[in-house]
């Protein structure tokens, strides 16, 4: 299980330094970087969540993942 963690862990910051790149990139990273997280968090809404009893807590854990994901580049999201 820690070794799982471990992995989990590098991916969310290859992810967060590749996001991160290309909102420097862009003209409006503030901006860029609000919708990417509010289409990720749809995703996340929209997605089928199979294999476990309470769907609804994997998809509230998704998306705390994802505030903290982004919560370093711009401020957490207030719902």
């Excluded at 990417?36 to 809404?45: K, L, M, P, S, T």
């Excluded at 309470?54 to 505030?67: G, P, Y």
Aim: proline residues 4%.
């Amino acid at each position: 299980m820690e070794e799982l963690n471990g992995r989990m862990i590098a991916c969310q910051l290859l992810l967060a330094g590749l996001i991160a790149r290309v909102a420097n990139d862009s003209k409006d990273p503030l901006r860029f970087l609000t919708d990417f997280r509010d289409e990720i968090r749809a995703v996340v809404n929209g997605i089928n969540i199979a294999g476990t009893k309470d769907s609804e807590r994997a998809r509230q854990v998704a998306k705390s993942t994802i505030d903290e994901l982004f919560s370093l580049m711009k401020p957490p999201s207030s719902d």
